[in-house]
């Protein structure tokens, strides 16, 4: 098989781009997927890729695939997909990142409104670790070729400019500001992280930092949000958001849940399964 087919496919953009296959093989061994295993879902998929076909569709054949050998599979691929369903307005989003920074040793808090020298700022994650407390923005977007602009991060800057003075009643003492943190599920500009780098803020994008990256640290501790399930309705998902389940490890063992009326999918056994193996509990 050739590294690369002689192929355009179309991003969403509308950007014809070629078709490399090394690129979807690695992005299908993300999934936890073995050699073999992907080499059957290309000998599926590549019959079906023509000349023109979106990067979307695509995307959606591989995930059909992997499903059929793995809902787990499925669940680590769809991941970025599985981030932008919690929306629409990234309320979900928010609690997310607080439980992620959690599981990483971090204390924190939402819903704070905070005064400045100059006006009030209302906060989306707070965090505390040992002597640094970070304001931190969220930013969400609900499509993948979202890139967060210069923009963003000088806002940002703006904004720890003003509360950093003063010292806050936060985590049970007076603590100030130590340092703006911008996170978001997407991407960054060029410009945005050179913005950041150079005022010392904390970056963390879907790829950035290179080897740090929110893809990376979300698999390293399987922080995987429950919109990864594939064998859940959108309700039931949904459903469970509001009832603070945020994490797939949120529901491992909690057999109750899937005695619910609300939770009528008749896969119960195979949900049960994927939230066992993607947290790597079997």
Same mark, same amino acid.
């Given at each position: 098989?050739?590294? %690369?087919?002689?192929?355009?496919?179309?991003?969403?953009?509308?950007?014809?781009?070629?078709?490399?296959?090394?690129?979807?093989?690695?992005?299908?061994?993300?999934?936890?997927?073995?050699?073999?295993?992907?080499?059957?879902?290309?000998?599926?998929?590549?019959?079906?890729?023509?000349?023109?076909?979106?990067? /979307?569709?695509?995307?959606?054949?591989? +995930?059909?695939?992997?499903?059929? #050998?793995?809902?787990?599979?499925?669940?680590?691929?769809?991941?970025?997909?599985?981030?932008?369903?919690?929306?629409?307005?990234?309320?979900? +989003?928010?609690?997310?990142?607080?439980? +992620?920074?959690?599981?990483?040793?971090?204390?924190?808090?939402?819903?704070?409104?905070?005064?400045?020298?100059? #006006?009030?700022?209302?906060?989306?994650? @707070?965090? &505390?670790?040992?002597?640094?407390?970070?304001?931190?923005?969220? %930013?969400?977007?609900?499509?993948?070729?979202?890139?967060?602009?210069?923009?963003?991060?000088?806002?940002?800057?703006?904004?720890?400019?003003?509360?950093?003075? &003063?010292?806050?009643? $936060?985590?049970?003492?007076?603590?100030?500001?130590?340092?703006?943190?911008? @996170?978001?599920?997407?991407?960054?500009?060029?410009?945005?992280?050179? +913005?950041?780098?150079?005022?010392?803020?904390?970056?963390?994008?879907?790829?950035?930092?290179?080897?740090?990256?929110?893809?990376?640290? #979300?698999?390293?501790?399987?922080?995987?949000?429950?919109?990864?399930?594939?064998?859940?309705?959108?309700?039931?998902?949904?459903?469970?958001?509001?009832?603070?389940?945020? $994490? #797939?490890?949120?529901?491992?063992? %909690?057999?109750?849940?899937?005695?619910?009326?609300?939770? %009528?999918?008749?896969?119960?056994? /195979?949900?049960?399964?994927?939230?066992?193996?993607?947290?790597?509990?079997?």
């Amino acid at each position: 098989m050739s590294a %690369k087919m002689e192929l355009r496919v179309k991003r969403q953009s509308g950007e014809l781009i070629d078709f490399d296959i090394n690129k979807l093989k690695y992005s299908l061994s993300k999934s936890g997927a073995s050699d073999i295993e992907i080499s059957e879902v290309l000998e599926n998929m590549l019959p079906r890729i023509h000349d023109g076909m979106s990067t /979307k569709s695509i995307y959606q054949m591989a +995930f059909s695939q992997l499903k059929r #050998v793995s809902g787990t599979f499925a669940a680590r691929y769809s991941l970025k997909r599985a981030l932008m369903e919690l929306g629409p307005a990234g309320f979900y +989003f928010e609690q997310w990142v607080a439980r +992620f920074l959690e599981s990483y040793g971090y204390e924190t808090c939402t819903n704070q409104i905070i005064q400045g020298e100059a #006006v009030s700022h209302e906060a989306d994650v @707070i965090a &505390k670790k040992e002597e640094e407390m970070y304001w931190i923005e969220c %930013k969400f977007r609900n499509t993948m070729t979202s890139k967060i602009s210069v923009t963003t991060p000088m806002y940002l800057l703006s904004r720890i400019r003003d509360i950093s003075a &003063k010292p806050h009643e $936060l985590f049970g003492g007076m603590r100030k500001f130590t340092m703006g943190w911008l @996170i978001t599920n997407t991407y960054f500009t060029t410009d945005a992280t050179s +913005f950041g780098e150079y005022y010392g803020l904390k970056m963390l994008s879907w790829d950035y930092p290179a080897k740090r990256s929110l893809k990376t640290l #979300v698999d390293q501790k399987a922080l995987y949000p429950i919109t990864c399930l594939t064998n859940l309705s959108k309700n039931e998902k949904t459903y469970l958001l509001d009832k603070g389940y945020i $994490l #797939v490890k949120d529901l491992y063992g %909690k057999d109750e849940l899937f005695d619910d009326n609300m939770i %009528k999918s008749k896969n119960k056994h /195979k949900i049960k399964t994927e939230i066992a193996e993607l947290i790597q509990e079997v």
